[in-house]
């Protein structure tokens, strides 16, 4: 009975890893970037999704690393699939910064990642 109801657990708690749409965890490593002239991809090179967020002198934004809504620092974000990649485009000499999680994003931040005013931040498991 209980080697039963063991099984059962460790069946149970599996499947609902497997069903968690973000699992908290840093993707950063899964990302190449290339700039060619004005222009900056980021491409996916890992075989899960990852989302992308991203911030800087960007060419059509008028906000800055540091800009979100209540103090946040990363101002734009992407989904990635394995193997794809998003661009975006800098004014002249602009910087950038960005950071990436397993898993996708919807509108806006809340509950997929928390970032902080100096560029560092952290995935959430949701």
Not at 25 to 34: G, I, M, N
Not at 69 to 92: R, V
Request: neutral net charge.
């Amino acid at each position: 009975m209980l080697k039963k109801l063991f099984i059962g657990t460790v069946c149970l708690l599996s499947c609902v890893n497997l069903f968690a749409q973000n699992p908290g965890t840093d993707a950063s490593d899964c990302v190449r970037q290339s700039v060619n002239g004005y222009k900056v991809t980021l491409t996916n090179v890992c075989s899960e999704k990852i989302f992308v967020m991203y911030c800087g002198n960007l060419r059509w934004s008028n906000s800055g690393c540091g800009d979100y809504e209540g103090g946040g620092y990363y101002t734009h974000s992407n989904n990635i699939q394995p193997g794809g990649s998003t661009w975006f485009d800098l004014k002249d000499n602009g910087r950038y910064a960005y950071g990436a999680c397993y898993g996708s994003i919807s509108f806006g931040k809340k509950g997929y990642f928390e970032d902080y005013p100096n560029g560092n931040y952290e995935c959430l498991a949701n």
